[in-house]
């Protein structure tokens, strides 16, 4: 009896001990953003800690007049940075946004003001916002780059959509795009400054990735693999006279299947500019011009395309090679840079590095192997006209 009452003495010891573990841990979490002390003693009523880019964000809301006290907080800020962190009083997609913005310049200069997002090619330029901002102002200390500002809240409503974003900056500080990493893309929500309530959106979260990764893929897969490889049918296959002309019915093949895959690719990369304001210039170009240099090379190849002995063949030959020799070293790099866009696991960037290498190496292989059989056919040639010529002498 006495060991039964012992072990449940032990049980319920070891059990609030537990509870008594896991609630100061919680608590330690839940406030964590009450822990950091802010310039001259600015003291705030409520905080959160954002899920993402190590952000949190501080209000004190006045119900009389409607107006809010804000402190966004990025912590591990880099040199040479910006940070920003916008309400949409209208809806939850990027344009309608109106941002607090911060820059944090290599000299130690820091820089606030306010952007109206009106694209989805914003360059956070400066300008009024579509609500009364009495103050704005940004400071650096110890890592962490703080945005503080007090406006009138929109129509007087507390619950707000909000995002936040960081970058870097350029040597001339101007504002570069921000990264398509995972957490980059999850750094939207909805925020009620009554209640303190701050809520993720997960379901254009998980869309988001999903349009981001189907994307990738298509495009690493079309462009960047399977046109190489119809390359390297078209270049090298045809010298057999055994394949007849199976040869181009394999370049054929592969190239349209490539550009059928390629055309979704881009379609996706259009659709995640226009839903989700995903753009980054260099790349998008680069996309518009593979799109532009494949059709003309489709149009060139199947419309244009002379017969062998006519005088023009020599000039379709030509364009043929370049349009499609650009075509390969564009999507390569497009898909390299891609990679470095989205922040992607630095294992698929290697994957596809060794990939273009091992075809790089079959093509140098393949090109001195048809390097030999040609020299050794037309040798062969040469040396039967000899004993043709040879035999037909008297």
Not at 206 to 228: E, K, Q, Y
Not at 248 to 274: D, E, K, V
Not at 275 to 296: D, E, K, N, Q, S
Request: proline content about 3%; hydrophobic content about 45%; glycine content about 8%.
């Amino acid at each position: 009896m006495g060991s039964s009452s012992g072990e449940n003495m032990l049980v319920l010891f070891v059990t609030l001990l537990t509870a008594m573990i896991v609630r100061g841990s919680t608590e330690t979490e839940a406030c964590k953003c009450n822990s950091y002390s802010f310039p001259n003693n600015v003291k705030y009523a409520a905080c959160k800690d954002l899920a993402v880019l190590e952000s949190s964000l501080h209000w004190n809301y006045h119900p009389s007049s409607g107006t809010v006290d804000v402190a966004f907080n990025k912590a591990n800020a880099k040199d040479s940075s910006w940070i920003a962190w916008a309400i949409n009083p209208t809806s939850k997609g990027m344009v309608g946004s109106q941002a607090f913005v911060a820059l944090y310049n290599s000299d130690g200069s820091i820089k606030a003001y306010t952007s109206p997002i009106t694209s989805y090619a914003t360059l956070l330029k400066e300008g009024l916002l579509t609500f009364p901002v009495y103050t704005v102002s940004a400071s650096y200390a110890n890592g962490h780059l703080i945005i503080f500002a007090t406006f009138q809240l929109p129509s007087n409503t507390t619950l707000l959509n909000h995002a936040w974003q960081h970058g870097l900056l350029s040597d001339h500080a101007t504002l570069l795009p921000h990264s398509f990493s995972s957490p980059n893309l999850h750094s939207f929500g909805t925020l009620d400054f009554l209640s303190g309530k701050v809520a993720e959106t997960g379901g254009n979260m998980n869309s988001r990735t999903t349009f981001r990764n189907v994307h990738g893929t298509l495009n690493t897969i079309s462009w960047g693999i399977m046109m190489p490889i119809g390359v390297i049918m078209g270049r090298y296959l045809k010298v057999f006279d055994g394949l007849g002309g199976t040869w181009f019915q394999l370049h054929r093949a592969c190239q349209s299947l490539a550009l059928l895959i390629g055309i979704a690719g881009f379609g996706s990369g259009l659709y995640m500019g226009n839903h989700y304001g995903l753009h980054h210039t260099p790349h998008r170009c680069v996309g518009i011009t593979l799109m532009c240099l494949a059709f003309a090379q489709v149009c060139v190849a199947v419309c244009l395309r002379p017969k062998k002995d006519h005088k023009y063949r020599m000039v379709w030959n030509v364009f043929h090679y370049v349009v499609g020799y650009a075509t390969i070293a564009l999507a390569i790099w497009n898909v390299l840079k891609g990679f470095d866009i989205l922040d992607a696991n630095k294992i698929w960037k290697k994957t596809y590095v060794g990939i273009i290498l091992s075809l790089a190496a079959i093509a140098i292989i393949m090109e001195i192997i048809t390097w030999i059989w040609v020299c050794n056919k037309n040798r062969l040639q040469k040396s039967e006209m000899q004993v043709h010529t040879t035999q037909q002498q008297p």
